[in-house]
């Protein structure tokens, strides 16, 4: 739900978060109030590049798939029955190593705009599906480097500021990976992929996952980061 604010609290709520998240930038709660915030001119002009493909504006007129994946049906567990080596079997692997669930993504509240706040939704529920897209971990360096690639990707300030954030919590050893590897990989790569938030991931849940990131057009960095294998594995 909105929540209207007026423009002093908008400004206040905006340096408490962004104080609280700097100083823990594990928060996902002020994180997301941070997002809500400061998205606007980012929101409005990647709903324009949403728009420009068809899945894209099929998605923006009814504002649907509501969340991602839906909430409460149990939609892991069919995603747990897909064949190995699928985006949705890799995704529900994903979420199950973590103890994730995907109810704990956080709502957005202070966007005001319909449109605007079912993209920031979207961002927020598919950032989990994006870690299995690129194989980052979601250790301190991968999660780094990952909202570097969602900065390339989406523009949205919030990612910036929590890569820079992680940046600078990163020991000796990290940062020089962070910045050999996978700072130029996360802006080429961001950059390069489709309008990854014009997809409507849930026709493709059932397809071969490297064949997602080539038709994507996501190369998966060749570091070897711990925390995550960057090839599917082929049990079950
Ligand atoms: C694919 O992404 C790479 C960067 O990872 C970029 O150099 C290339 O131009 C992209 N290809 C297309 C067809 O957009």
């Known amino acids: 739900m909105t929540a209207p604010l007026t423009p002093v609290g908008r400004a206040l709520l905006t340096v408490g978060s962004a104080l609280v998240t700097f100083a823990n930038p594990a928060r996902a709660d002020t994180l997301a109030v941070l997002g809500d915030l400061t998205s606007g001119p980012a929101l409005h002009h990647l709903t324009n590049r949403i728009k420009r493909s068809h899945e894209g504006r099929q998605m923006l007129q009814t504002l649907t798939p509501a969340r991602f994946p839906e909430h409460g049906s149990g939609s892991l567990p069919e995603l747990r029955a897909l064949p190995a080596g699928t985006l949705g079997r890799e995704y529900a692997r994903f ?13 957005v509240r202070f966007v005001e705009d319909d449109t605007h706040r079912w993209v920031m939704q979207r961002y927020r529920d598919v950032h989990d599906l994006w870690h299995v897209l690129t194989a980052m971990p ?6 780094t480097a990952q909202k570097l690639f969602e900065a390339s990707q989406t523009g949205l ?8 954030a992680g940046t600078a919590r990163i020991g000796r050893k ?34 071969d996952l490297n064949e997602l990131r080539t ?22």
């Open 95 to 107: 979420m199950d190593d973590r103890r994730f669930v995907p109810e704990s993504r956080a709502v």
């Open 138 to 143: 979601t250790t301190l360096l991968g999660e």
């Open 157 to 164: 300030p919030v990612t910036f500021l929590a890569s820079v």
């Open 174 to 207: 990290n940062r020089q990976i962070l910045f050999s590897e996978l700072v130029p990989w996360a802006l080429s790569c961001g950059r390069g992929a489709t309008d990854l938030l014009a997809i409507r991931y849930e026709d493709y849940l059932d397809r």
């Open 215 to 236: 038709k994507w057009n996501i190369t998966v960095p060749d570091v070897q980061l711990k925390g995550m294998k960057s090839r599917p594995s082929t049990k079950t």
